[in-house]
């Protein structure tokens, strides 16, 4: 809740004609991606049963694995994670029994095939952000297809925030580690090169006193415990966060690459809400053609804590209830360019994943503090969006082959959720739309409208073919402005283009199904 808490609307009268979501623009480039795709698929398909039928057998299975697996109807979407720094690819394909005159004509074929994929995706990229209303979540889906199939395609490198280093890619903060002489180690981050053998003997640095130069090196266990004092914490700086933790510094660095992974997972698939006065990195890289990376901003604030009572002792004189809470994020006061801290803390046996809480929380923190000036107090009603969109975000978890799975009917609350339909506990969607914040977060409801609020984003983000998403964002976008009121803006049904009772039926019908 606003504080926003991770714990266990009016309706709109105004009436227009409601949209035909078949006939609006981003219906035809999701209609354009899908050719593409199938057009893929079949020539890859062909050409691995030539392969097949040629004896190539090993040939085949590799054609086989570049097929990009068909999305479920209604289901979790794929989210290609990149890595900030990416060498070039090696040309050609290793262990493949064949003469090399026939691996060479296959292994070209493919690349023929998926080249051609590729061009055709950034064709579309650039046409979804010509469009108007401009697409810039449906470009980033695009410009992730394109460098699956291409790696080294220069401008959709760039548009993605990449630079060139030593004949590969990487992120502009990641290539001036590099140029500093640090390395980006397994365990512990990016260190300088001369740390890596005392932290591959188990040690770590000790807290620096006064006046020391040298590093002072202490076996792991005994560094992580003089960090446990909170006045001690550690201090770990990334591309976009600083945290301070006093956790064991392994756990620590990889809590930090969790947030940097959802920070991008984050701005691509909600790229279109935080595209408000030239905010986004994409859109700025789109409209001038020579930007590389992004512009500085301030890093967002972390706060992670070994245990519980830690964190409710250092939170308790400023939020009363906070031990109900599993994490919390304090906005700030609208204004632009403002940060303020999300806490967290360590609980491995949470009845929800601690993974998740930090998902949602920080989906929240990354909002207010990227998407410009909030009026979301302004609004009449429709609190749930951000609770929604929060615990939608809980939903983020790893998929095979490197990839992110996002919007699946996953996690406890969605439990909650279906035993509460089940049991007929469910709120009419108008009547969840028109609770206001105190409204929604009434002790006695509390869990409900979590549990609810959160089955109904997935809904609207992935149901029906995901037809509803784009205008569902387009909703939440004015609801963080603060501008749906009584008897202005567009409710949610105009938006959609369906009325609130036929909603409701798709609504729990999808809920039963998945």
Not at 229 to 247: G, L
Not at 340 to 349: G, L, R, V
């Amino acid at each position: 809740m606003l504080a926003f808490y991770c714990g266990l609307g009016i309706l709109l009268t105004l009436q227009v004609p409601p949209p035909n979501l078949a006939d609006q623009p981003s219906a035809a480039l999701h209609q354009a991606f899908q050719t593409i795709r199938e057009q893929e698929t079949a020539e890859l398909d062909a050409l691995a049963t030539r392969l097949t039928e040629q004896g190539q057998s090993v040939a085949a299975m590799t054609v086989r694995t570049a097929v990009e697996p068909v999305p479920l109807a209604d289901g979790a979407t794929r989210y290609l994670v990149l890595s900030k720094v990416a060498s070039s690819p090696v040309k050609g394909l290793a262990n493949v029994t064949a003469k090399p005159e026939a691996a060479d004509a296959w292994n070209g074929d493919l690349r023929k095939i998926q080249g051609a994929t590729a061009t055709a995706l950034f064709d579309l990229a650039e046409r979804a952000v010509s469009s108007m209303p401009r697409h810039y979540a449906f470009a980033d889906a695009c410009l992730r297809g394109v460098l699956s199939r291409q790696p080294d395609h220069p401008e959709a490198r760039r548009l993605l925030g990449y630079v060139p280093h030593e004949g590969g890619w990487a992120t502009p903060y990641a290539r001036k580690r590099l140029e500093e002489g640090m390395v980006d180690h397994p365990t512990f981050g990016w260190v300088k090169s001369s740390w890596v053998s005392h932290l591959d003997q188990g040690e770590l640095p000790a807290p620096a006193s006064a006046g020391q130069r040298e590093t002072r090196w202490l076996p792991a266990d005994q560094a992580d415990q003089l960090r446990s004092p909170w006045k001690c914490a550690w201090n770990i700086s990334t591309e976009h966060f600083e945290i301070r933790t006093n956790v064991p510094l392994s756990e620590a660095i990889a809590f930090g690459r969790q947030l940097e992974v959802f920070h991008d997972l984050f701005f691509s698939l909600l790229a279109d809400v935080i595209e408000t006065d030239n905010r986004l990195p994409l859109a700025q890289r789109f409209r001038d053609k020579k930007m590389v990376g992004e512009k500085n901003s301030a890093p967002h604030q972390v706060y992670y804590f070994k245990n519980k009572q830690e964190y409710v002792d250092y939170l308790s004189p400023y939020e009363p209830g906070i031990e109900e809470s599993l994490g919390i994020y304090i906005p700030p006061k609208s204004g632009k360019g403002k940060r303020a801290p999300a806490y967290f803390f360590h609980d491995p046996e949470a009845e929800i994943d601690a993974t998740a809480t930090l998902y949602h929380e920080v989906s929240h923190q990354l909002l207010f503090e990227s998407a410009g000036r909030n009026g979301y107090t302004k609004n009449v009603g429709n609190y749930w969006v951000f609770e929604g969109l929060g615990t939608y975000f809980e939903t983020v978890v790893p998929g095979p082959d490197g990839v992110m799975m996002v919007g699946g009917l996953v996690g406890p609350r969605i439990d909650a959720a279906r035993a509460k339909m089940e049991e007929g506990e469910f709120l009419s969607i108008e009547r969840l739309l028109q609770l206001d914040q105190a409204a929604f977060n009434a002790r006695e409801s509390i869990h409900l409208h979590y549990a609810q609020s959160m089955a109904l984003a997935v809904f609207l983000m992935q149901g029906q073919g995901k037809a509803y998403r784009e205008p569902f964002l387009d909703y939440a976008k004015d609801a963080y402005r603060g501008i749906i009121r009584r008897d202005t803006g567009r409710s949610l049904q105009e938006r959609l283009g369906v009325s609130y009772e036929e909603l409701n039926l798709q609504f729990l019908k999808f809920l039963k199904r998945g």
